[in-house]
């Protein structure tokens, strides 16, 4: 993506070059909410034997509403299936 804002800049395209330097930036920012979610993933992960057992624990509410809540918006096919159990899980 950094090769196409150069691309863009050298043949004087400034307001594409913009386009993909705002679009870098954005995805960028992403980066420390992929590394929450990883963190809740390897925790929910971690507990799978306890929950299947017990069912879900009042502790990880909020890991299980932040995934629920965040995979539609991550637009990720695996966090959209863990999704699907969670609201199975839990209704």
Known sequence: MKDDIIKHL???????????????IAEENLIPCYDVVSSMCDQLNGRLGYIEKFGPP??????????????????????????K????LLD
């Open 85 to 88: 159990v969670l609201c199975n």
């Open 58 to 83: 009042d502790d990880m509410k909020t890991t299980f509403a932040t995934l629920i809540h965040v995979a539609p918006k991550l637009d990720c096919e695996e966090l959209m299936q863990v999704r």
């Open 10 to 24: 050298i043949a004087g395209n400034e307001i594409n070059a913009k386009i993909w330097a705002e679009t870098l």
